[in-house]
């Protein structure tokens, strides 16, 4: 039965530009203008009630190493960081370069997943750089965009030509900014802190030359790339330039780059190691200057679980990436709404609109008819996380007992109430 | 003062009253080795395990032999004989090796932060070999020891490090302990290899070599790091020699007594000419020396500190 009233909540539905305090109703899935009479009434006074977020960059690691996370598990976490919807990136084992692969995910979301799973396809074969990988059949299996997430295409040639490809099939591109070269076996920030701790630098020009390279094709082709989690000052100056100009940019960035800096890396903790990395505190600056002008117009997590064991080694030899669904909302809250750099409408567009728009969804949006993907939060509510309740298979995370303001309290699928679990 | 560190990791962590502690207590143990009998009872029944995850020969012997002279018994594991190779993390092979009442691990391992790593996990004593480009702490601690003797004293000299700052341990630990005890710090080689973000760490940058040794009172050497270096850093060998190297002629228009270091291995012909190596004013053979009575002093007061688990 997937028929609710949600009752007196602050209703917050950028799409719309509606934000007032009104009842929701849900008849058979879909959002609905009249309350069904048997209709579940859930009480939001109070609380904010939000189209489904939609966390455009997880990697649910099924197939093939569902030792760090599965379909299922990944998905109890976007349920209970208040996400309805994540968009899965495509290296897994086997990569999603082929049919059977989106086939294999969507069957797997469709039987044990607690939220939509929208999965991306590879821009190249096993994600390798060097030849494209059936974009076409990919789409006609469902994919919502393509992306070699994690191994940034080299090779301008390829990358010019896959973007004018997808052009034809209306599919935006999504590209992880590191110049192989410059960044070389690089592992944090280079900057001060990597010289003071002896470790190999990522330098900010290694994300930056290729946002470059992007905006030039983007504009050379007339076609959408968007550049994932950007975590340099001179990629958001860039970005911003560009738009300015027309280009069809975009642009993403997940909570560890506005809320952390390289200075954590300083007790060799691999919990505070991914790619890009964390940068200096003018980065960070800047990453929020782009969220609060509209350059970045979309936040994600880049959910990246790993097995503790794989964690706990040397710094150089642990592999990057941390979790990031469950704390997602809180700290976007914490670092952009406290702090009065985004209104709390304007917080909500980068996680519905932001992502609906550039991957041309129906969803991210309260409007009559649609899919009934809800989110009821409470942006106020203080907790703490302590990742050994978490969803996920894995621990990897930065945030383990940090104090949070702001928390889902009600996450709503298809109608369905899928968090809290009854 | 009263020592109380159990591991000794970095350099960077010590306050200074701290460092001229373990040069004093090295002092001591130097007349040791002026002995007949070359050994003491201070660490006997202690064991201590040189797990070398990285090539040595000269930090392994020294440090072995320091054990020797304490009379605590000594296990080396290097890391082609190691389970490492067979893929078993540190974290396990050093928790076997407490398992196994080793007293104290001294690590030298090619990533930073790998000393850290066992010292957060381990109750024994963790002295730090070389943890990759990050610290060598008990080879800053000798080329002080012998700075010291040569010149009596380090606060104010002017000490010009040339090399390749970038990737190298020793310059960190050097820069930490040299501008802790009030010394001038002057870094000096290609740019590529000596970024200016190391004037944050309060030492003068300087891309001339001829400027950079100008006023030293001691020019420490350092070696190109081949194997850890990225290919790209500079043209040749070669140039760097024409450009960088200690010639001749460079070192005859320094102070007249200005002191040649070097950690070794040296590149003769390189970093600095052969004959300046075997000079009187290069004291790189006593600093292999004195590293011997270094290791013991921080081996024995880094050992001395462990609780004593009495039989209840």
Known sequence: MNNLTIRNGRVIDPANKVDTVRDVYVRDGKIAAEPAPDAIVVDAAGLVVTPGLIDLHVHLREPGRSDKETIETGTRCAAFGGFTSVVCMPNTSPAADNTGTIAFIK??????????????GAITKNLEGAELAPIGSLKRAGIVAITDDGHCVQSNEIMRRALEYAKMFELPLMDHCQDNNLVSDGVMHEGYWSHLLGLKGWPSIGEEIIVARNIMLAE????????????????????????????????????????????????????????????????VEAILEGLADGTIEVICSDHAPHCAFEKEVEFDKAPFGILGLETELALSLMALVHKKLLTLPQLVEKFTTGPARLLRLDKGTLSVGADADITVMDPAREWVYDVNQTSSKSRNTPFHGWAMKGKAVTTIVGGRVVWPKK | MNWTRKDLIAIEDLRPEEIVHVLDTALTFEEVGQRDVKKVPALRGKTMVNLFIEPSTRTRTSFELAAHRLSADVVNIMATASSITKGETLKDTALNLQALHADIIVIRHSSAGAAKFLADRLDVSVINAGDGAHEHPTQALLDAFTIRQKKGRIAGLNVTILGDILYSRVARSNIHLLTKLGANVTLAGPSTLVPRVFEQLGCRVCYNVEEAIADADVINLLRIQHERQRQTMFPSIGEYATIFGLTKERFARTKPDALIMHPGPINRGVEIDSDLADCKRSVILQQVSHGLAVRMAVLYLCASVQPVEEAA
């Not at chain 1, 989690?229 to 909570?255: D, M, N, T, Y």
């Not at chain 1, 809320?259 to 890396?265: A, G, N, V, Y």
Request: contains cysteine.
């Open chain 1, 220 to 283: 050379q082709v007339d076609w959408h790339v968007h550049c994932q989690h950007l975590s340099s000052a001179g990629s958001v100056r860039l970005v911003r330039e560009a738009k300015k100009r027309g280009v069809k940019i975009f642009a993403e960035a997940c909570p560890h780059h506005f809320t952390l800096t390289d200075e954590s890396c300083k007790g060799y903790d691999a919990n505070f190691k991914m790619s890009p990395p964390l940068r200096e505190p003018r980065d």
């Open chain 1, 107 to 120: 069957q797997r979301a469709e039987a044990v997943g607690c939220v939509n799973v929208l999965p991306t």
